[in-house]
T-cell receptor, first 115, second 109 residues
Framework: GAGVSQTPSNKVTEKGKYVELRCDPI?????LYWYRQSLGQGPEFLIY????????DSGLPNDRFFAVRPEGSVSTLKIQRTERGDSAVYLC?????????????FGQGTRLTVV | GIQVEQSPPDLILQEGANSTLRCNFS?????LQWFHQNPWGQLINLFY???GTKQNGRLSATTVATERYSLLYISSSQTTDSGVYFC???????????FGKGTRLSVIA
């Protein structure tokens, strides 16, 4: 596609439920990143994929968070047993190669609200 | 990890004014990007500028990697320039982009 696409744009879920957030990167981009942005803060890194594999998952806050990219294109961020503190905007980005010598492009984000 | 500090945190400008936003970082970087987050939350790429100077219309940016800072210049500001400006860097360990807290710019007519 022309840009990074994220679905859904908004997601409201009840505490304790499971959610999946989807990211469709720019066609041909091998690197994909997930970030989380809380109100008034800059985006914080969660996980980075190079192809199908997670090259760096050091930003995942705990084992309730998991992400996959089975075919090296679309990625899904999965959150189990959601908590109110998980409410944030989840941003996905892609780049043509992995860091450092590459420009990252972001999607419009998924706003997750846990009630 | 690397620290990224942006200043000022908030800025209010009259339409037509010029401004300079600063980004300081605590260690060597291999990459630096400036973004504009519009009121709808979209992060828009402004500059990919690990070093040197670039210009794009009313915007320009300079990164002096040896002195660990980057500057974003906005000239003849317009109300559509309002939003949050983020600086993000990749450190020498090549970890993914680390963001500063941003500068919130409000341009009033």
């Amino acid at each position: 596609g022309a840009g990074v696409s994220q679905t859904p744009s908004n997601k409201v879920t009840e505490k304790g439920k499971y959610v999946e957030l989807r990211c469709d990167p720019i066609s041909g981009h091998t690197a994909l990143y997930w970030y989380r942005q809380s109100l008034g803060q800059g985006p914080e890194f969660l996980i980075y994929f190079q192809g199908t594999g997670a090259a760096d998952d050091s930003g995942l806050p705990n084992d309730r968070f998991f992400a996959v990219r089975p075919e090296g294109s679309v990625s899904t961020l999965k959150i189990q047993r959601t908590e109110r503190g998980d409410s944030a905007v989840y941003l996905c980005a892609s780049s043509s190669t992995g860091p450092p010598n590459t420009e990252a492009f972001f999607g419009q984000g998924t706003r997750l609200t846990v009630v | 990890g690397i620290q990224v500090e942006q200043s000022p945190p908030d800025l209010i400008l009259q339409e037509g004014a010029n401004s300079t936003l600063r980004c300081n970082f605590s260690d060597s970087v291999n990459n630096l990007q400036w973004f504009h987050q519009n009121p709808w939350g979209q992060l828009i790429n402004l500059f990919y500028i690990p070093s040197g100077t670039k210009q794009n219309g009313r915007l320009s940016a300079t990164t002096v990697a040896t002195e660990r800072y980057s500057l974003l210049y906005i000239s003849s500001s317009q109300t559509t320039d309002s939003g949050v400006y983020f600086c993000a860097v990749i450190d020498s360990g090549n970890t993914p982009l680390v963001f500063g807290k941003g500068t919130r710019l409000s341009v009033i007519a």
